[in-house]
């Protein structure tokens, strides 16, 4: 009788197991063609990055004039979610973006006009919400025995921009396929390991938390430092008790500390909050906006973000 409620016990075990892995959660991903893909064929366009000029891929035109880049992403997806990866489709998010074009995409200090800008890219990370980026990068050969393609597959943290997951190929010559099934069938040969690896950096962001930048800042206005005490304490030593108290395993460091500056990186925050919402940079420095601006310290507050994975508080004006 004994044994019988052991293997029963181990039976159950097994199914919890199984039913745990099963349910384990994916990362989100969003597919777009590579700086480089775009590059080669004209799809770029400057923006001004607080007075620097900086070169960006042009998505909307991608989206509207390149044949093959819709067929592409949706092929290379259909493996994606095959394997339990949700997607979010960029073409669509676009739209979005532009419907919303009116929206005031600058932020700025009420006295100095101190201001931060978003790049194209950074825009659509933000409305999209995805964790992971995947750009894809191909390109045509011409064969005695018909078509091939290569291509190059990368992964990146769309918090960080950190590379992740990279996958590269040939694919066998064809004489009937179009590009969109030639790449197909190329990453096929290639996207299990490509997909492990995804679903490993995943799993250490489940474990131990999104990665992420917090920078505490003062406007010179601002009759104070982060060396001012309060209540016989620095204001840097109450912002590092936050950051242990609040951060995922207590785990971050501090790459740079002044009295008009703290700079922590490598700030792991959980996946979600509370109320199982998808926690980013932002949402999680508006926990120490409100600390700061609580008793003791009623400091007037700013909070900018750049991009899903930096955050920028700064202490004295809004």
Known sequence: MKSTYLIVAILLALGNSVTCIGQAKKPTLMILPSDNWCEQRYFMTEFD????????????????????????????????????????????????????????????????????SESPLDKLK???????????????NKTDKGNSVSFTLEAFDAFTSKRIASSTGIG?????????????KAVLANIDPFAAQLQKHFDDMFSNGREVIVTVKRWKSWDKNLSTEV??????????????????KGRFSTSDATENNIR??????????????????????KGLQKYLKAAPFNFEVKLMTRGLGEAILVLGEK
Do not use: C
Not at 237 to 247: F, R, S
């Open 49 to 116: 990055n607080q007075g620097t000029k900086q070169k960006v891929p042009n998505y909307k035109q991608v989206f509207q004039e390149d044949a093959e880049i819709n067929q592409v992403i949706s092929k290379i997806g259909s493996l994606m979610i095959e394997r339990g990866f949700p997607l979010k489709d960029a073409e669509q998010e676009l739209k979005a973006i532009e419907a919303r074009s009116a929206e005031d995409n600058m932020t700025s200090s009420t006295t100095s006009a101190s201001s931060i």
């Open 126 to 140: 933000n409305k999209a919400k995805a964790d992971i980026i995947i750009q894809i990068w191909w390109k045509i």
């Open 172 to 184: 066998s010559p064809n004489t009937t396929d179009l590009v969109p099934e030639l790449l197909q």
């Open 231 to 248: 209540n016989g304490e620095e204001i840097t030593d109450y912002i590092n008790k936050w950051m242990a108290l609040n951060t995922t």
């Open 264 to 285: 922590f990186d490598q700030v792991r925050i959980p996946l979600f909050d509370s109320n199982n919402n998808a926690l980013d940079a932002r949402q999680f420095a």
